[in-house]
């Protein structure tokens, strides 16, 4: 039923940062964990960060650890991962999901482009 769209995908050099942000269409991510994953051709998608719950502290992939941070707006409408100090190993399709009670995604978004020049 919910409908995700990610945006703020792009070309960057590398050092460079993206702020990725995804929005659910008709309500609120109030009642949803969410988690951003990514994809490169020839290999199956990534984990890359995930909330725990509101407040709490997130989880991270060692590779991106430090340099990215998942976050969200005041009024949950908008899901936030902030990419810095960009890598060409970042390049990828970038997805949001919803996360089930377990941490397993569930609905994804179509994706946004991330193309890190070295």
């Known amino acids: 039923q919910v409908q995700l769209v990610e945006s703020g995908g792009g070309l960057v050099q590398a050092g460079g940062s993206l702020r990725l942000s995804c929005a659910a269409s008709g309500r609120t991510l109030s009642s949803y964990r969410m988690g951003w994953f990514r994809r490169v051709p020839e290999k199956e998608r990534e984990f890359v960060a995930a909330?725990?719950?509101?407040?709490?502290?997130?989880t991270y992939a060692d590779s991106v650890k430090g340099r990215f941070t998942i976050s969200r707006d005041n009024a949950d409408t908008t899901v936030y991962l902030q990419m810095n100090s960009l890598k060409p190993e970042d390049t990828a399709v970038y997805y949001c999901?919803?996360?089930?009670?377990?941490?397993?995604?569930?609905?994804w978004g179509l994706g946004t482009q991330v193309t890190v020049s070295s």
């Open positions: 999901a919803v996360l089930t009670t377990l941490g397993l995604p569930q609905v």
């Open positions: 909330e725990r719950w509101t407040g709490s502290t997130a």
